[in-house]
């Protein structure tokens, strides 16, 4: 299991910050027109949406959890680009499936609602499942945690100093 | 005991593997060729199960077929002891027999006509599984299987395990019915385990299975089939026991209740129903004393039925307690459990659940004492939401820090920051003891979690004041920033083992934290 573990590390570093230098080059955007503070809270949920893209892409799309949040990640980006306003929501789309797993997910009252709620592609599965996909996704995030602690400290360490 | 004698001898005999095909021929009597490795897998044994059961499994699993009145004996002995857990320990070693294991099979085709399938099947373990190619490495690969890592393949495996084994199992010829029986089984067993491999394993074994059968046979199959169904936490090992119970081809036995694997929901039904003529020769107390239901092999319940029947010798046991039962198929449900057919797919099924809970409880720290699906969930979710929680609060925090990334190359990077990881940050002055806890994947390197949030806090500080001192229009989500940083900090640090220093903000609880998070 290490092995594996470790291996899922290397990817995901590698991946995170190929998109953490993607994110922080250019800043094509980012400086001129909004203000710091936007700035930062923009860059931030990039950093946290290629995160969870590169750990998804990482621990590879045989895992169910893994191409939900990918899917979702696209439908996000296709939705964020067409739409000046992010929250913005096509109507078709609002209609069909997120309000319906959303209710799905919270009717199922308690605990295993919960749970669908915070492991992608939760709703879909059943009992069983979740609680495999929910350890695997529990894994990958230890493994996530670690990996953006270590890159956070590097990169304050090195720009402190 | 004669199991234990049994048991010594198998052990021996897998070492001869090719005993097993030379043994294997009695057309018409399937039981006594059941043993499987068996015992080699006893042997190796990667999740050993009861002494009872191993007793009694590693009768059947022998390899090397025992004459058929001491197979008598054992089979109905173990009956009762469902083999499951010695197949699933043995499973890659026992089984695997570089000769053609193609124990004659019977595939039960009496539980077939039943026609009850089990609901939910998993990858099922063909009966052939046995004949698993002695593999070194298979044995580690099975333990690993009944770990997390078995999810993983268990998913990739299970369609295309099936399938394989679905079509090896045709070619066998006259074993269709067995293939259905198996793929169900299978399925159970496999759940937890990387069936695939052994799925085709014993699929390409299957070729030389010969389709003997006897409706006796395929009954004491789907027997030890069910009963194997719990072995499949055992990963590899489950597997083992199926395939031992595929190859028992000695017709006498009732062992076919030590078949059972997954298949013991299924079976149990049919089972049941179907009269069995042969019951009343061989000593099988297993399976006429044996509670009607077979299902699965829970230890305790076998072994207070194998308990029973061991210690008079199986075929008093059978016959003096169950004579009016001599007509049904062997036990497949627990003892006082409901035979439905709904209600074992629903034990499975909730086996199935708790297995998961438990590996979730070694993942999730702090959990070992805390028992109860309820308070279990509830762990597991505050520590992904904690985990989710961090995964923004980093990421907050590397926006802030700009790295000059120009320069570095990723790979160096990289490197440098997996081999920093191993050295604790300088900057932690503070009491490693945070939230040492969550970090369930590699202890040696949670120094850096726990280091991670004292210094987190120290650059939280500093990050508030140059923030501060760069926001000279100030949004009011800017300002929010340090404050939820710090909120969101603490909340961890609280919950997750708060002995680092704290600071003097105070706690928001939430609030801020959940301002931040836009999304996991």
């Given at each position: 299991?290490?092995?594996?573990?470790?291996?899922?590390?290397?990817?995901f570093?590698h991946r995170?910050?190929?998109?953490?230098?993607?994110?922080?080059?250019?800043?094509?955007k980012?400086?001129?027109?909004?203000?710091?503070?936007?700035?930062?809270?923009?860059?931030?949920?990039?950093?946290?949406?290629?995160?969870?893209?590169?750990?998804?892409?990482?621990?590879?799309?045989?895992?169910?959890?893994?191409?939900?949040?990918?899917?979702?990640?696209?439908?996000?980006?296709?939705?964020?680009?067409?739409?000046?306003?992010?929250?913005?929501?096509?109507?078709?789309?609002?209609?069909?499936?997120?309000?319906?797993?959303?209710?799905?997910?919270?009717?199922?009252?308690?605990?295993?609602?919960?749970?669908?709620?915070?492991?992608?592609?939760?709703?879909?599965?059943?009992m069983?499942?979740?609680?495999?996909?929910?350890?695997?996704?529990?894994?990958?995030?230890?493994?996530?945690?670690?990996?953006?602690?270590?890159?956070?400290?590097?990169?304050?360490?090195?720009?402190?100093? | 005991?004669?199991?234990?004698?049994?048991?010594?001898?198998?052990?021996?005999?897998?070492?001869?593997?090719?005993?097993n095909?030379?043994?294997?021929?009695?057309?018409?009597?399937?039981?006594?060729?059941?043993h499987?490795?068996?015992?080699?897998?006893?042997?190796?044994?990667?999740?050993?199960?009861?002494?009872?059961?191993?007793?009694?499994?590693?009768?059947?699993?022998?390899?090397?077929?025992?004459?058929?009145?001491?197979?008598?004996?054992?089979?109905?002995?173990?009956?009762?002891?469902?083999?499951?857990?010695?197949?699933?320990?043995?499973?890659?070693?026992?089984?695997?027999?570089?000769?053609?294991?193609?124990?004659?099979?019977?595939p039960?085709?009496?539980?077939?006509?039943?026609?009850?399938?089990?609901?939910?099947?998993?990858?099922?373990?063909?009966?052939?599984?046995?004949?698993?190619?002695?593999?070194?490495?298979?044995?580690?690969?099975?333990?690993?299987?009944?770990?997390?890592?078995?999810?993983?393949?268990?998913?990739?495996?299970?369609?295309?395990?099936?399938?394989?084994?679905?079509?090896?199992?045709?070619?066998?010829?006259?074993?269709?019915?067995?293939?259905?029986?198996?793929?169900?089984?299978?399925?159970?067993?496999?759940?937890?385990?990387?069936?695939?491999?052994?799925a085709?394993?014993?699929?390409?074994?299957?070729?030389?299975?010969?389709?003997?059968?006897s409706?006796?046979e395929?009954?004491?199959?789907?027997?030890?089939?069910?009963?194997?169904?719990?072995?499949?936490?055992?990963?590899?090992?489950?597997?083992?026991?199926?395939?031992?119970?595929?190859?028992?081809?000695?017709?006498?036995?009732?062992?076919?209740?030590?078949?059972?694997?997954n298949?013991?929901?299924?079976?149990?039904?049919?089972?049941?129903?179907?009269?069995?003529?042969?019951?009343?020769?061989?000593?099988?107390?297993?399976?006429?004393?044996?509670?009607?239901?077979?299902?699965?092999?829970?230890?305790?319940?076998?072994?207070?039925?194998?308990n029973?029947?061991?210690?008079k010798?199986?075929?008093?046991?059978?016959?003096?307690?169950?004579?009016?039962?001599?007509?049904?198929?062997?036990?497949?449900?627990?003892?006082?459990?409901?035979?439905?057919?709904?209600?074992?797919?629903?034990?499975?099924?909730?086996?199935?659940?708790?297995?998961?809970?438990?590996?979730?409880?070694?993942?999730?720290?702090?959990?070992n004492?805390?028992?109860?699906?309820?308070?279990?969930?509830?762990?597991?979710?505050?520590?992904?939401?904690?985990?989710?929680?961090?995964?923004?609060?980093?990421?907050?925090?590397?926006?802030?820090?700009?790295?000059?990334?120009?320069?570095?190359?990723?790979?160096?990077?990289?490197?440098?920051?997996?081999?920093?990881?191993?050295?604790?940050s300088a900057?932690?002055?503070?009491?490693?003891?945070?939230?040492?806890?969550?970090?369930?994947?590699?202890?040696?390197?949670?120094?850096?979690?726990?280091?991670?949030?004292?210094?987190?806090?120290?650059?939280?500080?500093?990050?508030?004041?140059?923030?501060?001192?760069?926001?000279?229009?100030?949004?009011?989500?800017?300002?929010?920033?340090?404050?939820?940083?710090?909120?969101?900090?603490?909340?961890?640090?609280?919950?997750?083992?708060?002995?680092?220093?704290?600071?003097?903000?105070?706690?928001?609880?939430?609030?801020?934290?959940?301002?931040?998070?836009?999304?996991?």
């Amino acid at each position: 299991m290490s092995a594996t573990t470790e291996q899922l590390e290397r990817n995901f570093t590698h991946r995170f910050l190929t998109s953490l230098r993607r994110i922080n080059s250019p800043d094509s955007k980012t400086t001129t027109t909004h203000a710091a503070g936007l700035v930062i809270r923009r860059r931030s949920l990039r950093i946290k949406r290629a995160a969870y893209s590169s750990m998804a892409r990482a621990a590879g799309s045989h895992r169910a959890w893994t191409r939900a949040l990918l899917s979702r990640a696209r439908s996000q980006r296709r939705r964020q680009q067409h739409d000046v306003h992010p929250n913005y929501i096509p109507p078709a789309q609002r209609r069909k499936s997120s309000v319906k797993r959303a209710a799905a997910a919270g009717r199922e009252m308690g605990r295993a609602g919960k749970l669908r709620g915070l492991v992608p592609g939760g709703s879909r599965m059943e009992m069983g499942q979740l609680l495999e996909e929910t350890a695997h996704y529990v894994q990958c995030l230890a493994v996530q945690v670690r990996v953006m602690q270590a890159v956070a400290d590097h990169f304050s360490s090195s720009s402190s100093m | 005991m004669e199991i234990d004698i049994s048991e010594k001898d198998k052990l021996e005999q897998e070492k001869g593997n090719d005993d097993n095909s030379m043994t294997y021929q009695s057309p018409g009597s399937l039981t006594s060729d059941w043993h499987f490795t068996g015992a080699n897998v006893t042997t190796s044994a990667l999740s050993l199960v009861p002494s009872d059961d191993a007793s009694c499994s590693s009768a059947t699993m022998e390899e090397s077929f025992a004459p058929p009145g001491l197979w008598d004996h054992q089979t109905s002995s173990q009956n009762t002891g469902f083999c499951d857990i010695s197949v699933g320990t043995g499973t890659p070693v026992g089984i695997v027999t570089g000769g053609p294991v193609s124990l004659s099979w019977n595939p039960p085709s009496s539980v077939l006509r039943s026609g009850i399938f089990l609901p939910n099947a998993h990858g099922i373990l063909p009966p052939s599984l046995c004949q698993f190619p002695a593999d070194p490495a298979f044995i580690e690969r099975a333990a690993r299987f009944s770990c997390f890592n078995s999810g993983n393949i268990c998913d990739m495996a299970h369609p295309f395990g099936m399938s394989e084994v679905m079509g090896l199992y045709s070619r066998g010829g006259g074993m269709m019915q067995g293939l259905q029986e198996l793929s169900l089984a299978q399925k159970n067993m496999m759940h937890g385990v990387g069936c695939s491999r052994e799925a085709r394993d014993a699929s390409l074994h299957m070729d030389h299975a010969k389709p003997e059968e006897s409706p006796l046979e395929s009954d004491r199959k789907s027997e030890s089939l069910v009963r194997s169904q719990d072995e499949v936490k055992l990963g590899l090992d489950r597997s083992g026991v199926d395939s031992d119970e595929a190859e028992f081809s000695g017709g006498d036995q009732d062992d076919a209740t030590m078949l059972a694997a997954n298949g013991g929901k299924l079976y149990a039904k049919g089972l049941n129903s179907k009269k069995r003529k042969r019951n009343g020769q061989v000593g099988m107390p297993g399976v006429t004393t044996d509670d009607p239901e077979v299902q699965r092999k829970g230890g305790k319940n076998l072994t207070s039925t194998t308990n029973k029947t061991s210690g008079k010798n199986a075929k008093q046991g059978s016959q003096a307690s169950d004579p009016a039962k001599e007509e049904y198929i062997h036990v497949r449900a627990r003892r006082g459990q409901a035979t439905n057919s709904h209600s074992l797919a629903e034990r499975v099924r909730r086996e199935k659940i708790s297995e998961r809970m438990k590996f979730l409880q070694d993942l999730v720290p702090g959990c070992n004492k805390v028992t109860g699906k309820a308070v279990m969930l509830d762990e597991i979710i505050n520590y992904v939401q904690s985990l989710q929680r961090q995964v923004e609060f980093l990421s907050m925090k590397l926006a802030t820090v700009n790295p000059r990334m120009d320069f570095n190359l990723e790979g160096l990077l990289a490197k440098d920051i997996l081999t920093s990881r191993a050295v604790p940050s300088a900057s932690l002055p503070f009491s490693p003891d945070l939230p040492m806890s969550y970090a369930p994947l590699h202890p040696s390197q949670s120094g850096l979690v726990p280091a991670g949030f004292p210094a987190m806090e120290n650059h939280s500080d500093t990050l508030r004041r140059t923030i501060g001192s760069q926001l000279t229009s100030t949004s009011g989500e800017f300002k929010q920033l340090p404050d939820s940083w710090n909120n969101e900090l603490h909340n961890v640090i609280q919950m997750y083992g708060s002995s680092g220093p704290q600071d003097s903000q105070e706690l928001t609880g939430p609030v801020a934290a959940s301002n931040m998070k836009d999304e996991p």
